[in-house]
């Protein structure tokens, strides 16, 4: 079986889904601009997934990290040893008595998440199918049916598409809302033990970014539950970080460029078509001065049409 083409055409939804129908092993291969993902699947089921420049992907030491579930210098160390023992990173976080087998699957588990959440936001670029056999790591990597990958998934992209109406920015600063004890009480009552948490954590200082290294969650999680806590009326969007405005002046920078560089390649090519007409021209006008328009056009003479007797009279 070989598939490729155009996002744009197929839709990675389908793609995968024809897949898994099939039960087919192999390595999907997903281009969008400068972001490179593969998918490999088993007998049509997703085992994992890996990302180059993935924007919001987390390689597994992160995520371990991020849920508090190892130290930065336990990682270091990890990967060290990983690159004496040569042995795969999950197997070395557990050897090292880090983390255990648990910890692990259900990181792994969260790393496809991302990756799939990421990509189906993609409405440009290129996949590739390619069938093999899969060599993974089945004490830690288990296969997940791609139907509750894609359902989770896709609904996580529907969400998105409310969440970034509403929270346009990494770099918002939240701050809480003022209100009276009874009216917080009840609101209170409502939320998760996350939400309290991250409700905690908002105090008019910190931007989205910042709360997402502090509360070590994902972005997806994150914004959910800014937004509900918008929604209740706990907390109000106050102000911008200053790295926003770095940020639009890197975009607004690149953008220049951007024109800058489409302006030279305009003038180039009319200053190419300008050298074309000329050359044209040029060889029109040499053309007409070594054949008379006439002949060119297989017109006899004019003066095989005049009458000799009218040259007689004359």
Known sequence: ???????????????????????????????????????????????????????????LGEILVN?????????????????ITKERIGNVFVSSGFVSTEDVKEALQQQVMDVIFHILRWKEGYYKFKACEIDYDREFQIPVQTDFILMEGSRMVDEWSLIESKISSDYIIFSQTERGGNETEQLFSRLNTDEVTIFNLIDGKHDITE????????????????????????????????????????????????????DGTATRKRLHYAFQMAILVFIISFILLLFPAGEIAGLPPVNAHINPTLIHRR
């Open 67 to 83: 849920t508090g579930k190892m130290t930065d210098e336990n990682l270091t160390e990890a990967l060290r040893k990983q690159e």
């Open 211 to 262: 709360l997402m290294t502090i509360s070590q969650l994902g972005k997806f999680d994150l914004y959910r539950i800014l937004l509900t806590l918008m929604l209740s009326g706990l907390i109000m969007q106050t102000s911008l970080s200053n790295r926003d405005t770095v940020y639009k002046a890197d975009v607004a920078s690149e953008d220049d460029s951007a024109v800058a560089s489409t």
């Open 1 to 59: 079986m070989s598939l490729e083409g155009s996002i744009k055409e197929f839709g990675l939804a389908e793609i995968l889904q024809l897949i898994s129908m099939q039960k087919k092993s192999g390595v999907v291969s997903i281009t969008h601009g400068s972001e490179s993902t593969t998918l490999h699947f088993d007998n049509g089921q997703l085992v994992f997934a890996t990302s180059i420049s993935g924007g919001e992907t987390r390689r």
